[in-house]
């Protein structure tokens, strides 16, 4: 990818705009073992990942550099 979004936050937020989940570095997530266990591991330990168990339902999620700075950023949703 080019021009990526250093260091990476991801904020979840449910139906109402409710902030559900968020996740700065993955490493520090508590799900940190089932997310390494499905072969969804970032390459970076700055990057953010999380693993939730959603209801069905809409979801908005917002990725956004946690240091000032521009770059792109990818979101991946699987169906576990």
Do not use: Q, R
């Amino acid at each position: 990818m080019n021009d990526p979004l250093p260091d990476p936050t991801l904020t979840v937020y449910d139906a109402n705009g409710a902030a559900i989940a968020t996740n700065n570095d993955w490493e520090d997530e508590a799900n940190t073992l089932d997310i390494s266990k499905n072969g969804l591991a970032p390459g970076d330990p700055a990057e953010a990942a999380t693993i939730l168990f959603l209801p069905a339902g809409s979801y908005t999620t917002i990725v956004s550099g946690v240091a000032s700075g521009t770059g792109v950023g990818l979101v991946e949703v699987y169906d576990l």
